[in-house]
């Protein structure tokens, strides 16, 4: 994963596991500008069937949720499994400001995810 370089905390972290054979990624900190790119390319090496784990989202706004939607709807077009589990309202406000919190598939923990999507 991409360090800062400067030996500050970094702003994001992503950590991934497996669970029924569909890659789990864990985001821990900020989803913004500053940390798209390391997003967008951890996001690149994962697998085709994708749970993002949004529980130690600090703050995103929406060109990260840009990066979310691209998602969702690639798995919808290839038939690939995907899931948002952890989403807190407070912490990622852009899902439900442009309507989307409606639309995506979130889930409260990842037993609910894998039971829907598995």
């Not at 995907?82 to 990842?110: C, H, N």
Request: hydrophobic fraction near 45%; glycine fraction near 8%.
């Amino acid at each position: 994963m991409p360090e800062n370089g400067d030996g500050s905390v970094a702003a994001l972290t992503l950590t991934s596991s497996t669970a029924a054979e569909i890659s789990v990624i864990k985001v821990d900190g900020v989803l913004d500008a500053t940390t798209r790119e390391q997003f967008a390319d951890y996001l690149s090496l994962a697998g085709p069937d994708l749970i993002l784990d949004l529980g130690g989202v600090t703050f995103m706004d929406s060109r990260a949720l840009g990066l979310i939607v691209h998602h969702w709807q690639t798995s919808l077009t290839s038939e690939t499994k995907f899931a948002l589990i952890g989403v807190e309202y407070s912490k990622s406000k852009v899902m439900w400001i442009t309507g989307l919190a409606q639309r995506l598939p979130i889930y409260d923990t990842l037993d609910d995810a894998l039971a829907a999507i598995g």
